[in-house]
């Protein structure tokens, strides 16, 4: 970390924050904390002015061409699995969704949006090369549910997606402030990416009808159609790239989601 204390000074405590890419710091100067990342979102300041994000503070461009962005560090804590049913979280998503800003910025920066047809080839020649239909039936199954539902992803409004709305990106501040960090999955999709994610991992299906009221959606059978297409989608996407890796347990884990969508939308359809 000493390139960090050349950037910051040496009066600086710094430490690893943690996470998959070791990519993300702490640092200390007395009173003062930053929460500092090398080479994260560049719609970063965007967030910021949004709200979204804790305050970006600066961002440094060092010779090698990583960029450093330093943020306001606020005391608080992730969100618990249960809390991703309170309607604050709706409310967030919903801003987020509707936020024009955040999506020309994206637009700005060449992103193009999420297109479930041409994903959808690709997929097919992942699942036929790696001969996963011989597999499993369920996967064979989930093929065949993705075939059939696809042209309910068409014509769909595109917003910013953040794309890995676990509970542990959601921080809550002392002040009861709610920010939504970790952006680096972040595409222009149908919102349905994001809000099925939550509906089905974190929200009673018997809840699903209030929650989306609260985020400003009315269920339909259409909606939760398309919502389970991009579970499946995104389920086999896991599978392949673990199976990629030899990771068999971590595919077989989601072999068994794809199991438990299968039968779901059995019942739905």
């Known amino acids: 970390m000493n390139w960090l204390k050349a950037v910051l000074g040496k009066e600086w405590d710094i430490k690893s924050a943690g996470g998959l890419t070791g990519e993300a710091y702490i640092a200390q100067n007395n009173d003062r904390k930053l929460f500092l990342k090398r080479n994260s979102s560049p719609f970063l300041a965007v967030l910021s002015a949004e709200g979204i994000v804790p305050k ?76 996963l239909d011989e597999l499993d039936e369920e996967i064979s199954l989930s093929m065949e549910f993705l075939e059939e539902l696809l042209p309910l992803t068409e014509k769909q ?15 809550l501040t002392d002040r009861s402030h709610l920010y939504l960090v970790d952006w680096d999955s972040a595409m222009i999709a149908d919102p349905i990416v994001d809000v099925g994610f939550i509906l089905k991992w974190y929200i009673p299906i018997e809840d699903w009808d209030e929650w989306l009221r609260h985020y400003g959606l009315t269920k339909d059978r259409n909606l939760i159609k398309r919502m389970y297409w991009y579970l499946l989608f995104d389920a086999l996407n896991n599978l392949i790239w673990h199976s990629h890796r030899h990771e068999y347990q971590k595919r077989n884990d989601r072999l068994k989601d794809i199991k438990d969508l299968n039968t779901q939308l059995q019942q739905l359809l």
């Open 157 to 171: 409004k595109h917003v910013v997606c953040h794309g890995d709305l676990n509970h542990n990106n959601l921080i």
């Open 56 to 131: 970006l503070i600066w961002t440094k461009r060092l010779e090698n061409g990583d960029v450093i962005t330093a943020q306001e560090w606020l005391d608080g804590r992730e969100l618990k699995s249960i809390e991703m049913q309170h309607f604050q979280v709706a409310s967030l998503l919903q801003k987020i969704h509707n936020s024009s800003e955040l999506l020309h910025m994206m637009m700005r920066l060449g992103k193009k949006p999420f297109a479930p047809h041409e994903s959808m080839g690709d997929l097919e020649q992942q699942v036929i090369y790696l001969k």
